[in-house]
């Protein structure tokens, strides 16, 4: 079946900008994950979905971050007033949820540049 | 404090042989998972590996294992029989309190070389 899917692939904008990333999951996935990976970095966690609902947004670096899944399938991350530091490639993921041995999906990621 | 702790910025093989990725965890719950990522330069994290802390038996998922030692908090992982589409980055990652479906803590990951 269809993995995660992310668009756009890659989004260059200017500083003070606002952008939206968008993640859609594997079907029939009720857990979705967001982490940023900078340059040479293992991914960091952002934000964690259980459905509609934010479980986990300890990782969000700030208040110019936010993320929505309104109908507990697609995700969109948004950042207001993007800073040259925002950028890196954000990475979306889903699981099942539930299990221990839970496996975390992930899409190919939007790199994300900030001039 | 560092959660997953990968030592080795980038390593070359030799096609057709052996390689271990180390990794080294800290955490104090007794539940927890370890994963094992590969990332291609195409830029995709691809599921390798999985060990829960309470498998008695060290995974294994074709070509690679885990070399799982609980005691010593390392979880590291073997590649047998490389080859050159096994160039990449791989990741090491935990997720603690398996009660819930939860984050993962990245190391900061291995760069593989397979050389012909």
């Known amino acids: 079946g269809a993995g995660v899917s992310q668009t756009p692939s890659n989004k260059v904008t200017e500083k003070g900008k606002y952008v939206e990333l968008r993640c859609d999951p594997i079907?029939?996935?009720?857990?979705l994950y967001w982490y940023r990976q900078s340059l040479g970095q293992g991914p960091e966690f952002l934000i964690y979905?259980?459905?509609?609902?934010?479980?986990?947004d300890s990782g969000l670096p700030n208040d110019r971050f936010f993320a929505v899944r309104p109908e507990g399938s697609v995700s969109t991350l948004k950042i207001q007033r993007t800073e040259r530091g925002d950028s890196a490639v954000y990475l979306c993921?889903?699981?099942?949820?539930?299990?221990?041995?839970?496996?975390?999906?992930f899409g190919p990621g939007t790199r994300l540049t900030v001039l | 404090a560092q959660k997953i702790t990968q030592t080795q910025p980038g390593m070359f093989v030799q096609e057709k042989e052996a390689v271990t990725l180390d990794c080294t965890y800290d955490?104090?719950?007794?539940?927890?998972?370890l994963f094992w990522y590969k990332q291609p330069s195409s830029g995709e994290m691809i599921f390798l590996i999985y060990?829960?802390?309470?498998?008695?038996q060290n995974a294994t998922e074709g070509r690679y294992s885990l070399n799982f030692q609980k005691a010593r908090k390392s979880a590291n992982l073997v590649i047998s029989a490389s080859q050159l589409g096994d160039s990449a980055m791989y990741f090491c990652?935990?997720?603690?309190?398996?009660?819930?479906?939860?984050?993962?803590?990245f190391g900061a990951g291995t760069t593989v070389t397979v050389r012909a």
């Open positions: 993921a889903s699981s099942l949820g539930g299990l221990a041995s839970d496996t975390q999906y």
């Open positions: 079907s029939g996935h009720t857990a």
């Open positions: 979905f259980q459905g509609t609902g934010a479980a986990d």
């Open positions: 955490t104090s719950d007794q539940s927890y998972g």
């Open positions: 060990q829960g802390s309470y498998d008695e």
């Open positions: 990652a935990m997720r603690e309190g398996l009660q819930h479906d939860y984050k993962l803590s």
